[in-house]
């Protein structure tokens, strides 16, 4: 069975309401004291992957196929190990993945790329709400764009 997957205004609209329909978490730290421990946040990132970024980049974390085949693999994506890369790209968006910087909040992209680092990339340190807070506002240099997957 050949994968869709969802592009243009349409598309924004549906992983909008999706978004909209997560429960966002509070804003903590990962690993303090009395918080959150990153298993936690993995597992709310886990959530968020299946809801929004697997219809891209497949369960497998592999990347599209077919028709979707400009979508970059995840799994084994060395450049999930550079935090600003990861951070920037799912805040400012890249080629065709839109922007969420807006339609998620801080703490869910850090969840979601904490639980992507730690289950395709097997790297165990977390990305925190912080890290986000800190380089989402950053602009995506052309230079990074002249070298990604997209």
Request: charged residues 15%.
């Amino acid at each position: 069975m050949p994968r869709r997957t969802v592009t243009g205004a349409r598309g924004l609209l549906a992983i909008a309401a999706g978004v909209a329909g997560l429960a966002t978490s509070p804003s903590v730290a990962q690993d303090a004291p009395g918080n959150k421990t990153s298993l936690e946040v993995a597992g709310e990132g886990k959530d968020l992957y299946e809801q929004i970024c697997q219809a891209c980049h497949m369960p497998d974390g592999k990347g599209g196929t077919g028709a979707g085949t400009g979508v970059p693999a995840l799994a084994g994506n060395p450049r999930m190990a550079d935090k600003a890369f990861a951070i920037t790209t799912v805040a400012a968006g890249r080629g065709g993945m839109p922007r969420f910087a807006g339609l998620l909040t801080d703490a869910q992209i850090a969840e979601v790329l904490t639980y992507v680092r730690g289950h395709y990339n097997n790297d165990p340190i977390p990305i925190s709400e912080a890290d986000v807070k800190a380089l989402a506002g950053g602009p995506v240099s052309k230079s990074d764009c002249n070298t990604c997957a997209h």
